[in-house]
């Protein structure tokens, strides 16, 4: 059964920092990740994702990630953080071992950029 | 509409009536998912339809829960006598079939109430 894990409940910032954002995965086959992005009373919108290819993705917002099939990592990233995202961020994952196999999310990680 | 929609937007419903929330697709979206996410929780896998093979509803937490889509189209998840715990933001997801469709696409949700 595949599952994400997403260790940190919230991450805090400084703005014009590093940030990162963790994501662990267990999938049967080879993984299809995502990385979305929930700002306050709006829905979920896409950041990025990793199917193939090379293993570092990038996406929207300045935003990137990892791929580490080692480690079995899909960490967020971005160079500089803004206070602009702070939001609440999922991170999720199919199989390819079927094309009818669901996407399950993580439990989300709360990021707030103080200024 | 091109995104994915959700009614009603908000649900306000007393403890033990049964509700329906309604989702509609992006067109020609083969596969639809309902989630539920509790205040500032994460996501909650619930049902997975995809086109005309029989769904993945191993997330529906109790037997009150169920689910239908007509048409390989509209999907509407009902709560039969609902519980205090059922008050959630219920989001539904769309996504389509075949390379470089493997991002899902958020409805706004229907906020659930249940005084």
């Known amino acids: 059964a595949q599952s994400v894990a997403q260790p940190e409940d919230q991450v805090n910032v400084a703005e014009g920092n590093p940030l990162t954002v963790k994501c662990t995965y267990s999938?049967?086959?080879?993984?299809?990740l995502f990385w979305y992005v929930q700002y306050p009373n709006r829905g979920l919108q896409f950041l990025l994702k990793?199917?193939?290819?090379?293993?570092l993705v990038k996406g929207s917002y300045g935003f990137e990630a990892e791929f580490n099939k080692s480690q079995t990592s899909f960490h967020l990233k971005k160079p500089s953080a803004l206070v602009s995202d702070s939001a609440l961020y999922f991170c999720?994952?199919?199989?390819?071992?079927?094309?009818?196999?669901?996407?399950?999310f993580g439990s989300g990680t709360r990021l707030s950029i103080r200024p | 509409g091109a995104g994915v929609s959700q009614s009603p937007s908000n649900k306000v419903t007393e403890k033990g009536k049964d509700v329906e929330l309604r989702c509609d697709p992006i067109s020609g979206h083969t596969a639809l998912y309902w989630y539920r996410q509790s205040l500032g929780q994460g996501l909650e896998f619930l049902i997975y339809?995809?086109?005309?093979?029989?769904?993945?509803k191993s997330g529906l937490p109790s037997d009150r829960f169920s689910a239908e889509r007509t048409g390989g189209s509209v999907s509407t998840l009902t709560i039969q006598r609902t519980q205090q715990e059922d008050s959630a933001v219920y989001l539904c997801?769309?996504?389509?079939?075949?390379?470089?469709?493997?991002?899902?696409?958020f409805g706004p949700g229907t906020r659930l109430t249940v005084l």
């Open positions: 997801a769309s996504r389509g079939r075949g390379p470089g469709t493997d991002t899902q696409y």
């Open positions: 339809f995809q086109g005309n093979s029989a769904p993945d």
């Open positions: 990793y199917i193939t290819g090379d293993n």
């Open positions: 999938v049967s086959g080879n993984p299809y």
């Open positions: 999720a994952v199919r199989d390819d071992v079927s094309s009818a196999s669901k996407i399950i």
